[in-house]
């Protein structure tokens, strides 16, 4: 096996990290789709709304521990793209990120309808819709709330993945207050559990236009049809664009708050040998009187 192990084995740096952001949004979408197909085709018995954040949350968990040794784990276009504009990624390498993210997505969600194939033709009567009682296209993709507006839904997605990047350059900012060694992808996890359950009711909290565009072309290809491109009001492109915009503002909101006032590393190790020299000498001094003392005492003993 390990021969065999080894024949399959890539070279190309490239290529293994497409691999590991293609596996690590996979397990994303898989937990997290494949809890919203089971909160809708149980009619809300086995799993509730929380349920759903905490599918997603923990996909995104494990997402990362996936892939974060491979590719950095972005699983997200938005985060690639901001990370590109911060020059902390590589614009070549961007869309092949793209590409892997949005394909993971896409056969994420084709696992997730094979596996409860049965439940959504029960739940549905054997009709695949969109916007009726029974839809079930909503397992796989957003929609907006009936009462949504477009401009509505794009403040929506921007204030959310604005959110999101706030959180996660925080998180992995060493000069600030960075996630344990570990901890990382349980606390990104974490934020996405936050935004889920205090930003999720308008339109699904896409914050990831690969979670959204890779189950929607699924959908579309798998008999749905193109009302999953039609309804709300041609919505589809709302969670591409204004997630990565939002992306792009909470880059800009962290930095320009945060990340440009940190002091240079030249002048932070300037400042650390200046509080270590400034030990030295306090310790010198404190151990001064003791030695003065010891002299005296011998000195007074010799003179009696």
Request: aromatic content about 12%.
């Amino acid at each position: 096996m390990d021969r065999v192990l080894k024949r399959c084995r890539i070279s190309s740096r490239l290529v293994r990290e497409c691999l590991a952001e293609f596996l690590g949004v996979y397990v994303l979408i898989l937990f997290g789709c494949g809890s919203v197909a089971q909160v809708t085709t149980s009619e809300n018995t086995k799993g509730e709304y929380l349920s759903i954040n905490i599918g997603f949350a923990l996909g995104t968990t494990f997402g990362i521990y996936v892939s974060k040794g491979v590719s950095g784990a972005h699983l997200n276009p938005a985060v690639s793209l901001s990370l590109c504009f911060l020059g902390r990624f590589s614009w070549t390498r961007l869309p092949f990120y793209v590409f892997s993210q949005t394909f993971g997505a896409f056969l994420a969600a084709a696992t997730v309808a094979l596996q409860y194939y049965d439940a959504i033709f029960h739940y549905s009567g054997g009709y695949l819709t969109v916007n009726d009682a029974k839809a079930t296209a909503g397992i796989f993709s957003t929609y907006p709330a009936e009462y949504l507006s477009v401009w509505g839904g794009i403040v929506d997605q921007v204030i959310g993945t604005a959110a999101l990047l706030v959180c996660v350059l925080a998180l992995g900012d060493s000069r600030n207050s960075p996630a344990p060694p570990g901890m990382e992808p349980v606390l990104v996890g974490a934020v996405v559990l936050v935004i889920g359950v205090s930003m999720g009711s308008n339109s699904g909290y896409s914050i990831n236009p690969a979670r959204d565009l890779g189950p929607r072309i699924f959908t579309y290809m798998a008999g749905w049809g193109d009302e999953v491109f039609r309804a709300g009001g041609g919505w589809w492109w709302i969670p591409l664009v204004a997630t990565s915009l939002g992306g792009l503002v909470g880059s800009l909101i962290y930095e320009l708050l945060i990340g440009v006032h940190h002091p240079e590393p030249e002048l932070t190790k300037i400042i650390d040998n200046l509080k270590d020299l400034e030990l030295d000498v306090a310790q010198q001094e404190s151990e001064r009187p003791n030695g003065l003392t010891k002299v005296m005492n011998e000195q007074a003993i010799r003179y009696e």
